[in-house]
C-alpha cells in the first residue's frame, strides 16, 4: 500500500514562494501519476496539478505561470513549487497518488496560509 507524506507548507507573505514535497513509501512510484490537490475553508477540494508518469503536465487556470509540479522518481517524490502566491492560494494541499484514473492514495496534507 501507498502513504504519502507531505511537507513544506507554512505561512508566506502575498507575493512569496514555497515549494511542497510528497514522499511515496513505495519502490514503484514511478507508474504512478502525481497530483496536487487544494481545500479551502468551507470549499470542494480542487485539482491544482498534476503530473503523469510519463512526465506530462497540466494546471489549474489559477496557478498556470506560478506553480511548478515536478517528480524525482530515483528518491520516490513529488513537489510543487509555488511562486507568486495570493491570498485565494490559502489551503489545505493533498498529495495523491493514481494509477489509470483510480486514485490509490492520499497524504495527510500540509496547510499553506498566504497573509501579510
Known amino acids: 500500500q501507498v502513504q504519502l507524506v507531505e511537507s513544506g507548507g507554512g505561512l508566506v507573505q502575498p507575493g512569496g514562494s514555497l515549494r511542497l514535497s510528497c514522499v511515496a513509501s513505495?519502490?514503484?512510484?514511478?507508474?504512478?501519476?502525481m497530483a496536487w490537490y487544494r481545500q479551502a475553508p468551507e470549499k470542494q477540494r480542487e485539482l491544482v496539478a498534476k503530473?503523469?508518469?510519463?512526465?506530462?503536465?497540466n494546471y489549474a487556470d489559477s496557478v498556470k505561470g506560478r506553480f511548478t509540479i515536478s517528480r524525482d522518481n530515483a528518491n520516490n517524490t513529488a513537489y510543487l513549487q509555488m511562486n507568486r502566491l495570493q491570498p485565494e492560494d490559502t489551503a489545505v494541499y493533498f498529495c495523491n497518488a493514481a494509477r489509470d484514473f483510480v486514485s490509490f492514495a492520499w497524504g495527510q496534507g500540509t496547510q499553506v496560509t498566504v497573509s501579510s
Open positions: 503530473i503523469t508518469f510519463s512526465g506530462s503536465t
Open positions: 513505495t519502490s514503484i512510484f514511478s507508474i504512478y501519476d
